[in-house]
């Protein structure tokens, strides 16, 4: 957590170039060390205080957290935490249960894959568009511990040749996937997490040949536009129909939830600002999420 703190500084009181290279910092520190971020041995004095592991895996995961939870739950968390244990001793477990009170949610996958286990994910991704349908195959590898696969959403922004920019939110948590989202623009370029929240390895390449042919090894998808949406957001699936949507904001408290009828969007124009998810049940009876951002400026 002290480690994170230094980031926080450096963003709130000194300039966006010294935050960031606080967090590419933090990143490179961390790659250097293996292990959890839970000390397992207490009487190994050089674990308890390993600048790779404790210190900078021990921060750029508690920066994972800060992504997931938003800055609202985020900062909440921490005063939480400040308060509750002032002067006392603390444990992960006891963080892992302030989390999930403040947030709402069950965040023990989490703390599962990111603190009590090892490694960090490596993503190869390629990308195509044909038409208004763009597509993103993406495969994950733990090189540390093989079995313990990160679930989390990636940000994936999209330059078009217009000159503006959409942000996508794309699941990976199996060790292969393909996604297809409609976009009536051209794409010029993409990136996958440029602002460094999560700490992994990536490459990122165009492949012409990628199509939807491509998907017979993955699950069924779901894409949803514009986003960020001010009114009207469009959702549909690769291979069914949605039959009803719901939706839930940040903190996990319901907003809306309606059937579809055959109609491919959905009015969210009296939803305030901020980040919400979507759940899509399809026809025959499985369900996709995603996470949208409602900005109305």
């Known amino acids: 957590m002290a480690t994170y703190c230094e980031y926080l500084a450096a ?9 960031n290279n606080e967090v590419l910092t933090m990143h490179a520190e961390a790659k250097k060390g293996t292990g959890s971020v839970y000390c397992y041995d207490t009487t190994d004095v050089g ?15 508690v920066r994972v957290l800060h992504y997931l939870l938003g800055d609202s739950l985020f900062f909440q968390v921490l005063k939480e935490y400040q308060t509750k244990f002032a002067f006392k001793t603390a444990s992960t477990n006891d963080f892992r249960l302030l989390v999930n009170e403040v947030s709402k949610q069950n965040f023990d996958t989490f703390f599962d894959t990111w603190i009590y286990k090892r490694g960090w994910p490596t993503y190869n991704a390629k990308w195509n568009q044909k038409d208004s349908l763009f597509y993103m195959q993406m495969s994950q590898d733990n090189y540390e511990e093989t079995t313990n696969l990160f679930d989390i959403k990636l940000p994936v922004r999209m330059v078009f040749t217009d000159g503006s920019d959409s942000t996508i939110y794309v699941r990976q948590k199996d060790a292969l996937s393909f996604h297809t989202f409609l976009t009536s623009k051209r794409v010029q370029s993409v990136s996958i997490d440029q602002e460094s929240w999560i700490l992994k390895n990536v490459t990122l390449k165009f492949d012409p040949t990628l199509n939807g042919n491509s998907e017979i090894l993955a699950e069924p998808t779901a894409w949803i536009y514009p986003n960020p949406v001010h009114d009207k957001l469009f959702v549909g699936s690769d291979r069914q129909e949605i039959k009803a949507i719901t939706i839930w904001d940040y903190t996990g408290k319901l907003v809306l939830k309606e059937k579809l009828n055959g109609n491919n969007w959905v009015d969210v124009s009296n939803l305030f600002d901020g980040i919400y998810m979507i759940e899509m049940e399809l026809k025959q009876g499985s369900s996709i999420h995603e996470a949208f951002l409602v900005n109305h400026r």
């Open 47 to 61: 674990r308890i205080f390993s600048s790779p592991i404790t210190y900078n895996k021990g921060g750029s995961v």
């Open 11 to 19: 963003k709130y009181l000194q300039t966006p170039t010294i935050a």
